[in-house]
C-alpha cells in the first residue's frame, strides 16, 4: 500500500526511486519494491513504461476506483452479506472519524439523489 500510495502521491517512480522513497526508510530491500512494482503492474494497478534499461511506474486507476474495486470484491467475497449490514459498518466507521464526517456523508446522498433526479 506504501508503494501504490506514492504512486498515487507523487508517482510516476522507477525502482531507484521508489526504493529511496519507500524502501530504505522501512528498511526493505531494493529487490522487495521491485517485486512489490511488478505485482502492481500484473495486477492492473500500475502501469509501466522502458526507460533506458529501467521501468518507470505510475498508478493505472485513482484512490477511488481502487477503493471502489476493493468494496466490490469484498462484497463479491462474502456471499450472502445482506446490503444493510454493509452500510450499518460504513456509518459505523465514518462515525468514529467525527461529526464533520457525518454531516459530509449525509450531503454526499443529498447530491447523490439530486443528480439522479436531474436536479443541479
Known amino acids: 500500500m506504501a508503494v501504490l500510495d506514492r504512486l498515487w502521491s507523487n508517482g510516476p517512480f522507477d525502482v531507484v526511486a521508489m526504493h529511496a522513497a519507500v524502501g530504505i526508510p522501512r528498511g526493505l530491500a531494493r529487490n522487495t519494491i521491485q517485486s512489490t512494482l511488478e505485482r502492481l503492474f500484473r495486477k492492473g494497478l500500475a502501469q ?28 463479491e467475497a462474502t456471499p450472502g452479506t445482506d446490503a444493510q449490514l454493509v452500510l450499518s459498518a460504513f456509518v459505523d466507521l465514518v462515525e468514529r472519524t467525527g461529526e464533520a464526517s457525518l454531516d459530509a456523508l449525509e450531503d454526499l446522498v443529498q447530491r447523490r439523489r439530486r443528480e439522479r433526479e436531474g436536479e443541479p
Open 48 to 75: 509501466r513504461r522502458k526507460i533506458g534499461r529501467a521501468y518507470e511506474y505510475r498508478a493505472s486507476l485513482s484512490r477511488r476506483e481502487w477503493l471502489t474495486r476493493t468494496l466490490s470484491g469484498l462484497l
